[in-house]
C-alpha cells in the first residue's frame, strides 16, 4: 500500500524530533545523578528511558499518518526499544550505544547477503525515490553495504574509546552528517545509470 503523503514539516517533525529532544535532554542532564528505587541512575539512563516511548511515540504516529513505515524506521524502533531497554533495565549505557552498530550491521548483513545471491534489496526499497539500471543498483547496494559496515565500525570505535558526550555528538551529527554525504557522493552514478523509461513520463 502506498504511503499517504503529509505535511513535510510534520513528517521531519516527527522523525527527527525525539534525537534532537534526546540530545537536549542528554546536554541538561549529563551531569546529574537521579536515585530511583534505592539505585542511582546518571542522566544518560534517564534521558534514553524518556527517549523509548518518545521514538515509540513518534513512530506510531507515522505510520498512522501515512499507512507506512519503511524498514529502516521499523527496525531502528525495534532496536531503539531493545538496546535502550536493556540499557535502562541494567543500569549500563553500553547496550544504547551499541545500537547503531547492530543497526548498521543488520543493513550490511542485509544488503550483503542479497548481493551474495546477485539481487540488490536495496533496489526493493528505494526503487520508487530513484529509478537506475540494474548495473547501477549493483554498484550502489555494493557501496552502500560496505559503508554500513564502516559506519558500525566506526560507532564501535568511538563508543568504546570516546567519552559519553563525544558519542552522544557523533550518533547526533556525525552519522547523519555521513549518511547524506555518502549520498551527494553518488552524483555520477545517479547521472550514469539513471532509468528515465523506468521513472515515466513527468506528470
Partial sequence: MAAKK????????LELGP???FFIGYLKLKD????????????????????????????????????????????????VVLFGGM??????????????TMLY???GGLLGLG???????????????????QEGWMILTRRLCAFFFGLAVANELIWRSQSTETWVYFKTFGLPVAMFA?????????????DEEEAGPAE
Fill in 105 to 107: 550491521l543488520l543493513f
Fill in 32 to 79: 546529574e545523578v537521579f536515585l530511583i528505587g534505592g539505585s542511582e541512575y546518571k542522566g544518560f539512563i534517564v534521558i534514553t528511558a524518556a527517549f523509548i516511548p518518545l521514538m515509540v511515540a513518534s513512530t506510531l504516529a507515522l505510520w498512522k499518518l501515512t499507512g507506512h513505515l519503511s524498514r529502516m524506521q521499523f527496525a531502528t524502533l525495534i532496536l
Fill in 115 to 133: 548481493l551474495m545471491r546477485g539481487q540488490s534489496w536495496l533496489k526493493v526499497v528505494m526503487e520508487e525515490l530513484m529509478p537506475l539500471k
Fill in 182 to 194: 555518502f549520498f551527494m557522493l553518488q552524483g555520477q552514478l545517479f547521472q550514469k545509470y539513471s
Fill in 19 to 21: 534525537v534532537v529532544l
Fill in 6 to 13: 503529509i505535511n513535510p514539516t510534520l513528517k521531519m517533525v
Fill in 87 to 100: 540499557s535502562v533495565w541494567f543500569n549500563d549505557d553500553r547496550f544504547i550505544k551499541m545500537k547503531p
